[in-house]
């Protein structure tokens, strides 16, 4: 055994994070330039995103939701805060995260020569966890 | 020769665990810091054996 770490995701790149929003069943918009998010709140503070779900997708949302590039390079949520009690929370957004680092995981791992040996998915009492072992290509 | 494993578990709130095995020294760094991509590190621990094999060789280029 080598070496142990804990990192935390980091949603930089766009491609997995549609693909995430994708298998979780919703239709995606993509604006390079951002779009305005219809929210409950719109008329108050009008807020744009560059990834885009409707809240026509979203059962029982009060707002779309988005995510927003910015400065640094992460894609951040931008949601109504009353969506938050509507099932959009943070354990939603965990769920897009654990989604979008796993693809990403592949790729990154495809590319670089990784071989993937498998795949579980584990239930804790935490909730569901996603197990990935690679092997290095000799 | 152990194999040269990488395990990586991502759970519900975002967060990775990775475990490297087999590896010792800079090729560890390096699969650490792929696997990483452009994540936080919130904790990273080098195992004895990260050690142990760093010493071997250079006990070995000194002879």
């Known amino acids: 055994m080598s070496k142990y770490g804990v990192t935390i995701t980091e949603v930089r790149e766009e491609k997995f994070l549609v693909e995430a929003l994708k298998e979780m069943g919703y239709e995606v918009e993509v604006h390079s330039e951002g779009a305005q998010l219809n929210s409950y709140y719109s008329e108050q503070e009008r807020k744009t995103a560059n990834i885009i779900v409707r809240r026509a997708q979203l059962r029982g949302a009060c707002g779309d939701i988005g995510f927003a590039r910015q400065p640094d390079g992460r894609l951040t949520l931008i949601a109504d805060e009353l969506d938050e009690y509507a099932g959009y929370g943070s354990k939603w957004l965990g769920r897009v995260q654990q989604l979008y680092k796993e693809k990403q995981t592949l790729a990154m791992a495809r590319a670089k020569g990784y071989i993937l040996k498998k795949r579980e998915v584990i239930q804790t009492s935490e909730g569901q966890q996603v197990r990935l072992q690679f092997a290095v290509r000799r | ?63």
Do not use: P, W
């Open chain 2, 1 to 63: 020769m152990q194999e040269k494993t990488i395990t990586i578990t991502i759970d519900e709130q975002g967060n990775s665990t990775l475990d490297l095995n087999g590896f010792a020294g800079s090729e560890c760094n390096k699969a650490f810091e792929d696997f990483r991509g452009s994540d936080a590190v919130k904790l990273e621990r080098k195992k004895t054996v990260y050690f142990t094999n760093q010493s071997k060789a250079h006990e070995q280029v000194r002879r």
